[in-house]
């Protein structure tokens, strides 16, 4: 169990394909106008990632090491078809606004990393796990930085989820506030630039406070064991 | 009082720290603001003092929240000269979150994150005009007629009304305010011409319109004298050198001219790009900023004669009818490249082809 507590905190927060490795990092900047946009490109991600380390980790006997990269490569591709197949039956409108960057996953970095990296030299269950949790790591920054653009940009939040949930999900949309002159800054690939940077940075002070805390915790056990066996009190 | 003070060589007199030399450029920008105010109505002041207490207030945030003394870097004037070229920058009625926000970029994002004065790779003006101009077009290029032509005039208290309403106090909006004595919409003499350019005119019979006075915008070529007599007195007293100003100046002049030679139906005259547009204030104030502009003479010269080629490149050929922010910040990128292959040579050694073989 203590493996898959590991992955978790590896694919969402320590080594975050998105935040730390910084792969797919064209889709993650070109889609995230919206926040469904970027929870559509991070499910689709996800299920590729599941499918490609799946059956990464299966065939991991008998890939001949010389020509893995080709054959990981086309099982990615394969899975990609699939989802993009799958968009364009059951969520037509997203795959319209998502475009070019479906197709696109195939060039992921971060999934053929998994593969190459994880999947290929793992059992199946714990290759679909870490497939699972970067995939997820990956969706949670499409999320976020989708809503900060969104939220600048159009004052709104959950614009069009009635794209990927179904007609009900109209109602979900958050109309924080209505303006004349958008921040188009926000909504254009400069803004994307800008907001991934200042997520990073977020990251580096909530690590770096995390450790100071802990590190005086440490500090504080040393000064009370110094007491206990203190001889001159 | 020390009657004999000793010291160590170099004896070097009159040194200024980095506070006064940004002093003195801000005080050189008062006769081009005085004509602005002149030609423009108030709004510029407005701008400037929304511009500065807003640059003050996010620059001591961000000095306090990096513990550094805030006090002291409040004092050497830096983050003023920004906000106050940014707000001479921009249409003088603009809404008073535009030059908020755009300050606010310029200090926090372009000046502090990259580690505060000294270490911005960019202008941070000129980013933060960028940013402005591609986020809200609209209010960007809301730019009014010269008072003598415009249908209505406004005061000092209009001015204020507009900048926080968007109308002034008897409710005329800036679209209003725009409209000239003809009844037609006024825009700046560069973008007039561009738009004539595009409707098949040729640059003469766009220039004898009623924004016009000769080749020059009426006012505008008064503004740009006055930054000019502001940026020789920066020369005068050793504030900035020639280099940038003078070799960005001759270039856009040389690119113009040639094109007015060949073509002098598309392309407008030498004269006619210096003094409109704001290449005299970006060739003086702009470009010149010790920080991101480049150190070495050579590279100095390379430096202002490439901005001075893109500016006339953009303004021909581009979609924007000006281009000093622009071409200030791909020469801002370029400028580690052109420090490197300027180095001068060192006294004693010798140049750098000869060391490397």
Not at chain 1, 12 to 40: D, F, H, S
Not at chain 2, 129 to 143: A, N
Request: charged content about 10%.
């Amino acid at each position: 169990m203590n493996e898959y507590k590991n992955l978790s905190v590896q694919g969402i927060w320590k080594n975050n394909p998105a935040l730390v490795q910084l792969l797919g990092l064209c889709p993650l900047l070109a889609v995230t106008a919206t926040v469904i946009n970027g929870l559509g490109l991070g499910i689709a991600t996800t299920l590729v990632l599941l499918g490609s380390n799946i059956t990464v980790s299966l065939v991991r006997n008998f890939v001949p090491n010389e020509i893995r990269i080709p054959i990981f490569v086309m099982i990615i591709a394969a899975f990609v078809t699939i989802v993009q197949l799958l968009m364009n039956a059951f969520t037509f409108e997203l795959y319209q606004a998502l475009g070019i960057f479906i197709p696109l996953i195939v060039t992921n970095c971060a999934i053929i990393g998994r593969a190459e990296a994880y999947a290929s030299k793992n059992p199946v269950p714990l290759a679909a796990f870490d497939g699972l949790m970067m995939g997820l790591g990956f969706t949670l920054i499409l999320v976020v930085l989708g809503a900060m653009r969104e939220l600048l940009g159009y004052g709104t939040l959950l614009v069009g989820a009635d794209l990927l949930l179904g007609d009900w999900a109209k109602d979900l949309t958050i109309v924080i506030f209505t303006t004349d002159s958008p921040f188009l800054l926000a909504i254009l690939p400069p803004g994307a630039f800008l907001g991934m940077g200042l997520l990073i940075a977020l990251k580096n002070v909530i690590d770096k406070l995390v450790e100071k805390r802990s590190e005086s915790a440490k500090q504080a056990k040393v000064v009370q064991r110094a007491r206990v066996t203190g001889t001159d009190l | 009082m020390t009657m004999l003070s000793l010291s160590s060589s170099p004896h070097h007199h009159n040194r200024r720290d980095t506070g006064q030399v940004m002093r003195i450029v801000c005080y050189a920008t008062i006769p081009g603001i005085l004509a602005n105010i002149w030609f423009f109505g108030f709004g510029i002041l407005i701008q400037i003092a929304l511009a500065i207490i807003t640059a003050l207030v996010t620059e001591g945030v961000i000095m306090e929240l990096r513990q550094k003394k805030t006090e002291r870097v409040l004092k050497d004037y830096s983050a003023v000269l920004a906000a106050l070229l940014l707000a001479v920058s921009i249409p003088p009625l603009a809404p008073w979150w535009v030059i908020v926000i755009g300050t606010f970029f310029a200090i926090a994002i372009v000046k502090q994150l990259y580690g505060g004065l000294g270490y911005n790779m960019f202008n941070p003006a000129m980013a933060a005009y960028v940013m402005l101009l591609i986020s809200f077009p609209i209010q960007m290029t809301s730019w009014l007629p010269p008072l003598s032509i415009a249908e209505q005039s406004h005061t000092l208290w209009d001015a204020i009304h507009t900048v926080f309403t968007g109308f002034t106090s008897t409710g005329f909006s800036v679209e209003q305010l725009k409209v000239g004595v003809d009844g037609t919409t006024m825009a700046t003499p560069l973008d007039e011409v561009k738009t004539a350019l595009l409707q098949g005119y040729t640059v003469t019979e766009a220039t004898t319109r009623i924004i016009f006075d000769g080749a020059y915008g009426k006012g505008w070529l008064w503004v740009s004298l006055a930054y000019l007599l502001g940026g020789l007195f920066l020369i005068k007293n050793k504030i900035i050198s020639w280099h940038i100003p003078g070799s960005m100046l001759a270039s856009a002049a040389l690119l113009s001219l040639s094109l007015f030679l060949i073509d002098g139906d598309q392309y407008a005259s030498p004269l006619f790009h210096i003094f409109n547009g704001s290449l005299i204030i970006g060739a003086f104030f702009i470009a010149t900023d010790p920080v991101s502009a480049s150190t070495t003479v050579k590279g100095r010269l390379i430096f202002g004669a490439a901005i001075g080629l893109w500016v006339i490149i953009i303004r021909n050929w581009g979609g924007y009818p000006d281009a000093i922010a622009f071409a200030v910040l791909i020469m801002n990128m370029a400028v580690p490249l052109i420090d490197y292959y300027t180095q001068p040579r060192t006294y004693g050694h010798k140049n750098k082809a000869s060391k490397d073989s």
